[in-house]
Nanobody, 120 residues
Framework: QVQLVESGGALVQAGGRLRLSCAAS????????LGWYRQAPGKQRELVAS???????NYADSVKGRFTISRDNAKNTVYLQMNSLKPEDTAVYYC??????????????WGQGTQVTVSS
């Protein structure tokens, strides 16, 4: 079993920066991809960024050049550095772990979410 606990959400002014952290507990595998999703009121949850165990990253077009995802495998922690924040970045941010192995069905784990609010 995997548990994900996010931290770092806050109220910030437009143009500001925040760093989200997500600590994963339980057994983390080298096949696990960690990522951040967000959900704004009235909108679907969307991928913000993801990172594989080896460090390959993927970003939503809307955050490229502003957000950076990183991962500390020794600490089982993933970070999201958010710079140049915009009001449209306001959302609940969820940590995610996606697991795909050769023998088991794919599985996703989610954190409880952390609120990021960007004021204009």
């Amino acid at each position: 079993q995997v548990q994900l606990v996010e931290s770092g959400g806050a109220l910030v002014q437009a143009g500001g920066r925040l760093r989200l952290s997500c600590a994963a507990s339980g057994t983390i595998l080298v096949v696990d991809t960690l990522g951040w999703y967000r959900q704004a009121p009235g909108k679907q949850r969307e991928l913000v960024a993801s990172i594989t165990y080896s460090g390959s990253t993927n970003y939503a077009d809307s955050v490229k050049g502003r957000f950076t995802i990183s991962r500390d495998n020794a600490k089982n922690t993933v970070y999201l550095q958010m710079n140049s924040l915009k009001p449209e970045d306001t959302a609940v941010y969820y940590c995610n772990l996606n697991r795909k192995t050769l023998v088991d069905p794919p599985r996703a784990y989610w954190g409880q979410g952390t609120q990021v609010t960007v004021s204009s």
